[in-house]
């Protein structure tokens, strides 16, 4: 009702003429006469009925005739209801505009005796739902092939009269209800945030089209999605069964997806010609030992990617562990370019000679010379040694510097360590044997000798040290690009073998589509950050001044030092052109002295021509419509595993003193403390 409303209300029930002319008038306990003229009084009526808990108001008509007047009263009440607070509250303070979730559906999918359903396992799900919805639980009197019988959980207590019965038909496998009373009798029902009866399998069914387009989805975000959507709070336990479940009803179980890996290795050779993939089976216990994937654009693509290659092993988090070992290249734009995968039971020299033998079959009819890059893992330096003996290998220069850390556990403070650690820094990035020794010179100085030189001992120079390294290593000093590819697929690490192998083949087949597109609308003759690094390199060589000596040969100096370029050779005094394969500053100023194109000695990898190469071989996809017809029909048992004790790690272990050192605010040192845990002795450092 609004004061309109009111006052025809009135002029019929006195019979006013439109003639007729009067005012209303009531009171409350703040004021003993309020008059009633417009739609504003008439809210404000409501209001001080609210404030002072009025159940009705008496409102006076006050006739006008004349001078004189006459007057009657209406009560107007349910004033309670009538009344919005909502209109008189500030924002803080109102009631939010009621939300909407997918779940309020689940209250009508169980309606009449009669109702149809696809099958009995759908008549279970909608129960489930509409149990939840309705804020009530059930219990299955009678439960198999055939019948569902379930009545209110509190039959027994309050002699509940809610049931619902149904049954399967045999002529469509149908169910249908055939007895359903939805009257209940007991206290009532109550819909509360979370509901015993909201399990995995009702979570499962709300979730699956969003895992699988996105199978990284973490449990807490899936409960924290489900909360905002249906309405309902779910445990960390149900969000990760429901996710398991949606994983196994996309793949099959953990143990039927090494029977997958035959049908896979199949499909991939049958789609891919040219592909490489090697499943290893042990003859006697049919148990899966080992499998190599690398698919034909990737193999065609690495040609013009760098000659480099990162290999490293990460662990698999499934319910059969095993590990990952990955061979990664790097394009000529510095991002990583997959190359080849092998699952295995665990990392071993056994299967690194498995992984490197079919490695090495595809990188001979390239005839290039291959640079390894690695951390130096459990077996795979004698693997490598024996399938590679002749090609180049890098140590990380963080593992071994992590390494050097651990000589020192218990000998020395964080400070003194992380002394030695930065004067290692510099002599694994000397350029020259003079800069190697005299920076080796303090190391032992500050580290000890004894310490220093049974360390270096254990690793050749060549592996590790820019100035003794023979070829182009193109300044790679680290496996950054190995550990950004275990990174990028952290979440198909999750998976079993088949569906890791799958998700991780999709994930490469997005990216060298997306990449071949991108790099279609570049317009330099370089990849965007070759030639950013190109720019500032010829902005550094302003500064120097560029002397002929012979044919292609030249002085470049600057206020206080000189360089020798040699461009025919592509050499310069710094070593920088060497070590990086990329012009130094002192190598461009004498480019352009000469009045050469420095394009012209620029490494091809770097050419956005060469880019678009990388990417031109797509990976065709897989279609799994007719997998049921295969011919391989191979029952390959899971490898046998023991479950170590404890929570499983979800992140791999950081090797000694990787933990990254920090400026304390206090003292102003490097170490692991900071200024609320420093105890530095403040007077001996002013």
Sequence with gaps: ???????????????????????????????????????????????????????????????DVGKSCSSTSVVVDDCAEMIDENDYLGD????????????????????????????????RDKLRKFAVQSGFHYVLS????????????????????WEVLGSVASINQCFYITRFNNVHTCRGMIRNRSHRQLGSKIVRTCIESTVCLNLGLKPREIMSNFKSTYGYEISYKVASRAKKRCVEKMYGSECDSFSMLSWFREAVLETNPGSSVVLDVGESTERFKRVFVAYAGQIQGFKFSLPVLYVDGAFGKSKYKGQILAATGRNGNKGFFPLALCFCDSETEENWLFFFKNLKALLEPQGRIITFISDRGVGLLKAFDLIFPGNPHLYCYHHLRYNLSRKYKNKGGEIVVADVLQKFFKVAYASTEKSFYFHLKNLRDEGGAATIDEFIREIPLEHWCRAFFKGCRYGIMANGIAESFNNWIVAERSLPPFAMLDQTRMKEMKMMSERSVESKSWTTKLTPKMEKRLKEQ?????????????ENVYEVRNDKYSYSVDISTRTCSCVKWQINCFPCAHALAAIQGARLDVYDFIDPYFTAEYYRMCYSFPIAPLSNVDASCSSTEDFILPPVTKRPAGRPKSKRIASAGEKKLIRCGRCNKMGHHNKKSCTEPLNMLL
């Excluded at 779940?103 to 009449?112: F, I, N, P, R």
Aim: proline share 2%; charged share 25%.
């Design 142 to 161: 009678r439960n198999d092939s055939i019948y569902v019988n379930a009545v209110c959980a509190n039959r027994d207590v309050d002699h509940c009269g």
């Design 1 to 63: 009702m609004n004061y309109s409303d009111l006052i025809q209300s009135i002029r019929k029930r006195f019979k006013f003429s439109s003639n007729d002319s009067f005012h209303l008038e009531y009171s409350s306990p703040a004021c003993s006469s309020v008059y009633l003229d417009n739609e504003s009084d008439f809210k404000m009526l409501f209001c001080c009925a609210k404030i002072y808990h009025m159940d009705n108001v008496l409102v006076t008509v006050v006739k």
């Design 92 to 123: 803080a303070f109102k009631d939010g505009p009621q939300k909407f979730f997918l779940s309020d559906e689940w209250g009508s999918y169980l309606s009449h005796a009669g109702q149809k359903f696809e099958s009995i396992a759908d008549f």
């Design 538 to 550: 010829l902005d550094r060589s302003r500064v120097f001044r560029v002397i002929a000596s012979h």
